[in-house]
């Protein structure tokens, strides 16, 4: 038997299933385990936004739910979006336990709000030992990296707002234990939120984004000046926020923030226009739908930070504000990526040594996609819904809307656990 | 002879199926080139997005599909970058699978 052509196929960096399948199911129990708590407790989802119910669900949320899976996501798509393999699994594997022992602390003690004592400074630490493990991870495998690209530079940015939010997450956690910090405690906090949802979560959400989206979508013919735009707009805006918070001069910042918001719009825009791939799957319409939450959030972001508004209602609309990033935006985008992501994790699992050899299922067969389409409708029903509970104050309102969107979560949680339990 | 041999080698290649899109790879325009040479089978090809966490799978396929043909000596699938995929490479029939009208 003669052999001419041999020694093919490039070796892949393959993702190591058994983490990343960790991180996803624990964010997944949080995610529903969230929702229930929030339909027992939904009469606490009003009024000052400096409260103990509503920061154990904004810290679940937050913490438990979406930058755990993001944790978890970048294990499997460094590889994808750098082109290498991740620096460390081992630091993979271990920080996931330091980090849910310390989002589990930080949560329960907010809930019941036990300021007294190291408890609530403990639990600040694990968190921000177990960023620092995430970002020395990430940062040793970019690294590797020969050309920075769209992608790498939102993702490097990210991991510093990252390490910045946990070191303010620090730094409060501390002052709530032994009060240390001259001035108003709540002033850091909009720092902390700040930072964290447009810092962190915009260009981790970005970033991946311009990777994923024209991947799945098969678009291969846009521009990119609308999304470069929006990162030197958005990063600006953070950098004067931080000086505004320094100086205690207003500098509008948050004008650089929605331009630049919007100017990722646009550019998801003519992501979607160049698309070969007309048809979207319940994955794409989820992530769809998160991209129209944004410039909606960056709206009432401009409406908090620029406008003279009653104090009443300004504090609405920062409840609303922070719903809508949780829910509207990073929510359903994760719920998006999840019904591309794990589906292929599991299929990869299984299935990528039996391709060519037998017939193999579609990653969209892999779930109910009539399950899916109804958990989107119902997502898309309690947020909106929720949204204007919390403008009209009605707790009935907001409760139907949290109960559609515990249904949702369930339906979700079906799902993926259809998908991981395949056999 | 040749050429009906390449061409049974393209139609075992449209059993490998891009399991995130649901189009086969020959109509997705992934494969370059194929080669026959007294059983001897070179196949250049691509996937849609470098770092595609799917080329594995798929190249392996490949390779896999063309062996089960009968008189098959030896298979090489060479994974290339350059030239990039483009969607022009994409079939009538796929586009019309994709949803365009």
């Known amino acids: 038997m003669s052999a001419p052509f041999q020694g093919s196929i490039t070796t892949p960096y393959t993702p190591p299933f058994k983490v990343v399948r960790q991180y996803f199911i624990i964010a997944t129990i949080t995610f529903i385990f969230l929702n229930g708590l929030m339909l027992m407790s939904s009469r606490y989802i009003s009024g000052f936004h400096f409260q103990p119910r509503l920061l154990s669900f904004a810290h679940m949320a937050v913490l438990g739910w979406a930058t755990m899976i993001i944790r978890g996501a970048m294990t499997q798509l460094i590889p994808v979006i750098l082109e290498t393999s991740l620096y460390s699994v081992r630091l993979a594997k271990w920080g996931l336990w330091l980090y849910l022992a310390a989002v589990i602390t930080i949560v329960s003690h907010f809930w019941f709000f036990a300021i007294k004592g190291g408890g609530m400074a403990s639990a600040a630490g694990m968190a921000f030992l177990a960023v620092i493990i995430f970002v020395i991870n990430v940062g040793l495998t970019m690294r590797k990296v020969k050309s920075i690209n769209i992608t790498i530079a939102h993702i490097i940015a990210a991991i510093v707002y990252l390490t910045v939010v946990a070191a303010i997450g620090l730094l409060l956690g501390i002052n709530l234990s032994i009060p240390f910090i001259k001035g108003d405690h709540l002033h850091y906090l909009g720092l902390h939120a700040t930072i964290g949802f447009v810092g962190w979560f915009s260009m981790i959400i970005m970033g991946v984004s311009y990777k994923l989206l024209p991947m799945f979508t098969l678009s291969y013919t846009y521009k990119t000046w609308p999304g470069w735009t929006a990162f030197g707009l958005i990063n600006l805006g953070v950098l004067g926020i931080v000086v505004e918070f320094l100086t205690n001069r207003p500098l509008y910042s948050s004008v650089l923030i929605v331009t630049g918001m919007f100017m990722f719009s646009y550019q998801i825009i003519l992501i979607m226009k160049g698309r070969m791939r007309k048809a979207l799957d319940v994955g794409l319409r989820h992530a769809v739908f998160a991209y129209g939450y944004i410039p909606v959030a960056a709206l009432l972001g401009g409406l908090i930070t620029l406008s003279n508004i009653n104090p009443e209602i300004k504090q609405r609309v920062i409840l609303i504000y922070g719903f809508t990033v949780l829910f509207g935006c990073i929510t359903l985008l994760i719920i998006g990526m999840m019904y591309k992501i794990v589906p292929f994790l599991v299929w990869f699992h299984k299935y990528s040594d039996k391709v060519g050899k037998e017939k193999v299922p579609m990653l969209k067969e892999m779930f109910s996609e009539r399950i899916g389409n109804l958990q989107f409708w119902l997502l898309n029903i309690g947020v909106p819904d929720v949204m204007a509970g919390l403008f009209l104050q009605n707790q009935t309102v907001v409760a139907i809307g949290i109960t559609i969107i515990f249904i949702s979560s369930l339906l979700f949680g079906y799902n993926m656990f259809t998908v991981f339990t395949r056999k | ?101």
């Open chain 2, 1 to 101: 002879m040749n050429i009906l041999s390449e061409q049974l080698i393209l139609t075992a290649l449209k059993h490998v199926i891009d399991p995130e899109i649901g189009i086969n790879i020959v109509d997705l325009g992934l494969i370059y080139d194929v080669k026959l040479d007294a059983g001897n089978v070179y196949i250049k090809m691509t996937m849609t997005t470098p770092g595609c966490p799917l080329h594995e799978s798929i190249a392996k396929g490949a390779e896999e599909a063309v062996r089960q043909l009968q008189g098959i000596e030896s298979v090489k699938v060479d994974l290339v970058w350059d030239p990039p995929w483009t969607p022009d490479r994409i079939s009538n029939w796929a586009k019309k699978q994709l949803g365009w009208r």
